[in-house]
T-cell receptor, first 112, second 114 residues
Framework: AQKVTQAQTEISVVEKEDVTLDCVYETRDTTYYLFWYKQPPSGELVFLIRRNSFDEQNEISGRYSWNFQKSTSSFNFTITASQVVDSAVYFCALSNDYKLSFGAGTTVTVRA | DAGVIQSPRHEVTEMGQEVTLRCKPISGHDYLFWYRQTMMRGLELLIYFNNNVPIDDSGMPEDRFSAKMPNASFSTLKIQPSEPRDSAVYFC????????????FGQGTRLTVV
């Protein structure tokens, strides 16, 4: 069975603060894929990043960065210098057979 | 590419009525997924297809739910009869055969059953 836990339900920050979203996963598979999706207030699900289980390199994309640590089964996401437009629900997800198992999501509110 | 297209965007129906949600996946994608999002249960997979064939429907809640994919460019999710607890946002997503690719989601259909 697969499980994704996002322990933070809501995070509120002031613009320009950094915010880190935690994601812990459980799986018995040795090959799997991790994802982050963003759901803005408009409701659509927007893909942010994909990682496979053999690639533990951290990644940076603009103000977004991801830290994958297989030893702790974590795949955390940091937004640097947050902006109001970053306000959304962020979902971490796990897949090993095409099916995505989503975490409960973390609602990020960035105040001006 | 226009992305995954779902219709309608919003649907309000009375309990007991039949509801049909529609999805057009991204051209060339081999996999199609139906997800449901509710406050109580979050995002959960209902069913997915590979090359138009249903592979796993273990997430379909009841016999009232059925899904079809008559061809590579169209899928439907039908609820008959609908109940208030079916109210949710239903997402369709598609991806291609490479496991390394992400699923692209449609904008969802917000269903309200009154």
């Amino acid at each position: 069975a697969q499980k994704v836990t996002q322990a933070q339900t809501e995070i509120s920050v002031v613009e320009k603060e950094d915010v880190t979203l935690d994601c812990v996963y459980e799986t018995r598979d040795t090959t799997y894929y991790l994802f982050w999706y963003k759901q803005p207030p408009s409701g659509e699900l927007v893909f942010l990043i994909r990682r496979n289980s053999f690639d533990e390199q951290n990644e940076i994309s603009g103000r977004y960065s991801w830290n994958f640590q297989k030893s702790t089964s974590s795949f955390n996401f940091t937004i640097t210098a947050s902006q109001v437009v970053d306000s959304a629900v962020y979902f971490c997800a796990l897949s090993n057979d095409y099916k995505l198992s989503f975490g409960a999501g973390t609602t990020v509110t960035v105040r001006a | 590419d226009a992305g995954v297209i779902q219709s309608p965007r919003h649907e309000v129906t009375e309990m007991g009525q039949e509801v049909t949600l529609r999805c057009k996946p991204i051209s060339g994608h081999d996999y199609l997924f139906w997800y449901r999002q509710t406050m109580m249960r979050g995002l959960e997979l209902l069913i997915y297809f590979n090359n138009n064939v249903p592979i796993d429907d273990s997430g379909m809640p009841e016999d009232r739910f059925s899904a079809k994919m008559p061809n590579a460019s169209f899928s439907t999710l039908k609820i008959q009869p609908s109940e208030p607890r079916d109210s949710a946002v239903y997402f369709c997503a598609s991806s291609d055969r490479d496991r390394n690719t992400e699923a692209f989601f449609g904008q969802g259909t917000r269903l309200t059953v009154v």
